[in-house]
């Protein structure tokens, strides 16, 4: 691949390297020093339009630690709130030789459109709600640390789908590991016709949805993408959906996970968020690994092997 834009375009191979060098760099991540600079003389340039704490700061952690020189673009401070578009935004950033680009954007497919205006390659760090692929590649490399490998392995994705671009990259990702993927949330966020369109089962039932699977993707609803008007409250939300002790009591084995930021209370309760069967901050460690492995995968020259290092 010559940028990260969406799971869809990943063949097995490809997500299997990753995965492999990530296990790798999760090593590097333990040592007391870190620094491997393999992407010494590299420039990548973090670009969000979006606020994030986990995928920007794992982004430039990751690639420092490859040696890189990693400048975050500070939007609130830029010309973009002079009006620049993002075209003309991405041709200045463009003329200043970067060889990476990670880019956040509320419009869904804008890192595929600048893909026409620079020489650089796009990382999608997520696109309004179409996809997140970073975030699917480490929960899928999560998964797969726990359970050695995910065929047949029955992954339901709960909540707000409809707005949820981890939601649409986990989908692609996780059928193409040999998952069985299921859907569940009130038939507002997770629609009818998501089943035949993304081949998934589709649930609105939670204690139906949640009986006989082995991990459980907790979702955020998305308040900023008005998922309001689509709940009739926060409060039925979650008496209805929200993920709680109580109703796990009869699958007390399923490994949760969650892409953060969390609402404690209304998507998923604290004892379960903070509980053994939660992976969510290995999640967060395993991202910083995924992202120096997109790195590498994307800007590293082939003699530049990890295993002499
Ligand atoms: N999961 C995720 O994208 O988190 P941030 O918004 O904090 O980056």
Redesign the pocket.
């Known amino acids: 691949i010559s940028h990260l834009l969406s799971t869809k375009y990943l063949d097995l191979d490809e997500i299997l390297e990753i995965f492999n060098n990530a296990k790798k760099f999760l090593e590097v991540l333990n040592r007391p020093t870190k620094k491997i600079p393999i992407l010494k003389g590299k420039l990548i340039l973090t670009v969000f339009f979006e606020?994030?704490?986990?995928?920007?700061t794992s982004f430039e952690i990751a690639g420092k630690t490859l040696g890189a020189d990693v400048v975050n673009l500070s939007v609130s401070q830029s010309s973009a709130k002079k009006g620049e578009t993002i075209k003309d935004t991405c041709l200045t950033l463009n003329a200043m030789k970067p060889d990476c680009i990670v880019l956040r954007h509320s419009v869904s497919k804008i890192p595929e459109y600048i893909t026409n205006f620079t020489s650089a390659k796009i990382i999608n760090a997520?696109d309004g709600s179409n996809e997140?692929p970073s975030?699917a590649l480490l929960d899928a490399f999560t998964l797969m640390q726990h359970f050695g490998d995910l065929e047949d392995r029955k992954i339901l994705i709960l909540g707000d789908v409809l707005n949820s671009r981890?939601a649409r990259s986990n989908i692609w990702l996780l059928k193409k590991l040999g998952a069985k993927v299921s859907l569940c949330g009130p038939s507002t966020l997770v629609r009818e016709e998501f089943e035949k369109e993304w081949d998934v089962d589709v649930y609105w039932d939670l204690d139906k949805a949640i009986s006989n699977v082995d991990a459980i993707i907790v979702l955020r609803i998305q308040l900023e993408r008005a998922a309001s008007a689509w709940i009739p409250s926060t409060r039925e939300y979650s008496i209805f959906y929200g993920l709680n002790r109580e109703r796990l009591i009869k699958n007390n084995n399923v490994i949760i996970m969650h892409?953060?930021?969390m609402n404690r209370g209304l998507e998923i309760s604290s004892d379960i968020a903070d509980g053994s069967n939660a992976l969510i901050r290995d999640q967060v460690t395993n991202g910083v690994a995924i992202r120096m492995s997109i790195f590498y995968h994307l800007l590293a020259r082939k003699a530049d092997s990890i295993g002499i290092i």
């Open positions: 606020p994030s704490t986990r995928t920007r997520g997140h975030q981890v892409p953060g930021p």
